[in-house]
């Protein structure tokens, strides 16, 4: 999995006259269940990454929680067994 991204400011728009606002363009990389690389493409404004990060970290918590949590049951588990050995 990669990410690119490039920053842009968008100084003048035919319907919105002059604005001044930047814009993100991202390609992330990611890869299917058959290991095939696709690019996923996308423009977002500073608000909009913003709220796509908060997002990463959410999940990356999530999934560091569960890992956690499965590291816990399965050394509990094996401490059983081994108790149950003595």
């Not at 890869?31 to 908060?54: F, P, R, T, V, Y």
Request: with cysteine; aromatic share 12%.
């Amino acid at each position: 999995m990669d990410l690119k991204w490039r920053l842009d400011y968008s100084l003048q728009s035919r319907v919105a006259g002059r604005i001044y606002e930047p814009f993100y363009f991202l390609t992330l990389k990611v890869k299917d269940s058959n290991d095939q690389l696709h690019d996923i493409e996308m423009i977002a404004s500073l608000e909009e990454l913003q709220e796509m990060l908060a997002k990463v970290r959410h999940i990356k918590r999530y999934l560091y929680h569960i890992q956690f949590c499965e590291f816990r049951r399965t050394t509990t588990h094996i401490r059983s067994r081994i108790d149950f050995l003595k």
